[in-house]
């Protein structure tokens, strides 16, 4: 009875640590949802408190109990029947969806924004032009005739692609200065399509295009140097096609220019690179080195002759800057001979004294100045044929790769003593340098005549002159060019022209052509499978010139062919210039198993491989250190 009186004695709504009940004050902290509230008093008359500290639900002990409990507290329900709301709970859910909503809003805004910016970028901003698989085929029409067949790659435009640039002859019968010599014309194909960009007329058939920066720096334009075969040297915008100054032929009197253009360092402190041109008298066998003005294309003092007589090719010229800054000139016929750039210069300005950056010599090429012609330094005298300058390996310096009747040399450009000399006949074509073996070392593509419509290609280790590949083919073209490319491993693919090949005999290197002499096919040598070869491109034309290139948006290369179809009387020949994408044409090419390899390679893991290819620039031949 005590215990039911001190029950029935507390206030309501105070909440007991025995009997954990609820003081509706302190609902918004229970467990329990006011939903759950509302229908424990309308199912029991009363609050139904949960479970106790205990886990066990408390009963009621007297009436007087359930009468309090069933009596619903002013403070507790509303006059619709439900639980009020504390102010402290609407405020927080007030705050809360406020939150919520400017989340909302800020997310939703970004996003607008992001999209605009997408939409601006990609309809606004110009993308890079993609060189889409860069073939193309361009017919130029009929060709007037023309012993040499220049051919250059360079930027004009500025789009990152390189164009082609190339000078044929137009007619013999072309109105041409006096109308002795036929007219020509200088034309520049687009790198992305082959359109043409611009055309000049020339006035004779081009011996040489150049294509370079004269002034250093960022912002400095790209000159394309020209040089005749008769007495015109010029120099165009290659932007525009505009001449910007021609040589003079007067200052040449009676020589005509024997090669092409020689870029120098800047001798007269302009701040131009400038030139030297050989020429060779008409009448008498003299030799003529004449300096040219970069910028403004006047001579830079009078003729220097040498009275040399030529009996075999003309070597050179070349220009050779050696490690110590010392700077030579190598020309010569059947030989090479050097002469120092400072002695040209004296001669030419008619002075005693040099610019300082001329003083400079080499001890060990000094030491080879001929007794009889003390301004002559002999280099090399064994019936050369062609003369190259090749990186040397881990140097920026070059030795000279010669090329003789009876073989081939390669000399140190530091003190001019061999590095090994190989001992083959048939040798005519300039060798190809590039990446084979493993020792990052230059090694080079050969290619020798070897018997009637046969040809050998090899390949020689630049690091000691021996043979370690070769391969023979039909190929009726004379002089076809090969040329190389560089991968992102620091390794070359070789590219040359033969005719279709055939099953090879597993005794025999010999391949007989399935097909007419007339069809001649590109073929791609990888050292990583030097038992493959990929057919990549045939022509039934005859290739006169070829150029590769390098995409470093793409990492890709592209192969440009100057090609000249079949003439007959009366109807000159057709003139075609082709682009070809190496990396397209990699995975269109079909393969030639030249042998049987153990393990044999299949056509998966090759495609495999050849996917991940990339080329790369990097540069073969240098003037100097």
């Known amino acids: 009875m005590a215990t039911v009186l001190s029950r029935a004695l507390k206030l309501p709504g105070k909440k007991s640590p025995d009997l954990g009940e609820y003081d509706p004050l302190t609902q918004a902290d229970s467990d329990e949802s006011e939903d759950d509230l509302v229908l424990n008093l309308q199912k029991n008359g009363g609050v139904k408190n949960g479970k106790s500290p205990l886990g066990e639900a408390p009963e009621p002990d007297s009436d007087a109990e359930v009468a309090e409990a069933a009596k619903p507290h002013l403070s507790e329900v509303t006059t619709e029947g439900y639980p009020s709301e504390p102010l402290g709970g609407l405020e927080q859910k007030a705050a809360s969806s406020l939150v919520s909503y400017v989340r909302t809003s800020v997310f939703l805004l970004t996003l607008g924004i992001s999209m605009i910016l997408v939409l601006l970028c990609a309809f606004l901003i110009p993308c890079p032009p993609r060189d889409l698989h860069s073939t193309w085929s361009r017919h130029l029409g009929s060709q007037g005739g023309g012993d040499v067949s220049p051919l250059e790659l360079a930027d004009v435009n500025g789009d990152g692609l390189r164009d082609v640039l190339l000078s044929f002859v137009m007619s013999r019968n072309g109105s041409a200065v006096g109308g002795s010599r036929p007219a020509a014309n200088l034309v520049c194909l687009s790198g992305m399509n082959g359109s043409t960009l611009w055309s000049s007329l020339l006035p004779e058939e081009a011996r040489d295009i150049t294509c370079l920066e004269l002034m250093p720096g960022s912002l400095a334009e790209t000159i394309c140097l020209v040089t005749g075969t008769h007495k015109m040297l010029s120099a165009f915008n290659a932007t525009s096609g505009k001449a910007i100054w021609t040589l003079n032929p007067n200052y040449l009197s009676n020589s005509t220019l024997a090669a092409p253009v020689v870029v120098l360092p800047d001798l007269d402190e302009d701040g131009v690179r400038d030139l030297v041109v050989l020429a060779i008298g008409e009448l008498q066998p003299d030799l003529c080195f004449l300096l040219v003005s970069g910028r403004t294309g006047s001579p830079v003092g009078r003729p220097v002759k040498y009275n040399i007589v030529g009996v075999r090719n003309l070597i050179g010229p070349q220009v050779y800057i050696t490690t110590n800054g010392a700077v030579y000139i190598l020309f010569g016929f059947g030989n090479i001979q050097a002469v120092a750039l400072r002695d040209i210069f004296v001669q030419a300005q008619n002075r005693d004294s040099s610019p300082p950056s001329l003083q400079i010599e080499e001890p060990e090429w000094e030491k080879r100045r001929s007794i009889n012609l003390s301004e002559l330094i002999d280099v090399y005298s064994d019936g050369v044929e062609l003369l190259q300058m090749v990186k040397a390996p881990d140097s920026n310096c070059s030795n000279l790769l010669i090329t003789t009747r009876q073989g081939l040399v390669l000399l140190r450009g530091q003190n001019l003593t061999p590095y090994w000399t190989l001992r083959l006949q048939g040798l005519r074509s300039p060798p190809t340098p590039g990446y084979f073996t493993d020792d990052q070392t230059l090694d080079f593509l050969l290619q020798i005549q070897d ?80 038992s493959i070869l990929l057919d990549l491109a045939n022509t039934t034309g005859t290739v006169t010139a070829s150029e590769v290139g390098i995409n470093d948006l793409w990492k890709d290369a592209f192969y440009v062919t100057r090609t000249t179809g079949p003439s007959s009387e009366g109807h000159p020949a057709a003139l075609v210039v082709s682009k070809l994408s190496l990396r397209w044409a990699l995975m269109e090419g079909q393969m030639a198993q030249l042998q049987e390899s153990t393990p044999k390679i299949g056509r998966g893991e090759l495609r495999r491989f050849l996917s991940r290819i990339k080329f790369v620039e990097a540069p073969y031949e240098v003037r100097g250190c």
């Open 451 to 530: 018997g009637v419509g046969m040809k050998k290609m090899m390949v020689v280790d630049g690091d000691s002159g021996s043979v370690v590949w070769s391969y023979r083919a039909p190929c009726h073209m004379k002089e076809t060019p090969a040329t190389s490319a560089v991968t992102s491993d620091r390794k070359s693919v070789f590219l040359f022209w033969a005719e279709g090949l055939s099953a090879a005999s597993p005794n025999s290197d010999i391949i007989l052509g399935t097909e007419p002499p007339s069809l001649h096919h590109l073929y791609l040598l990888h050292p990583a499978f030097p």
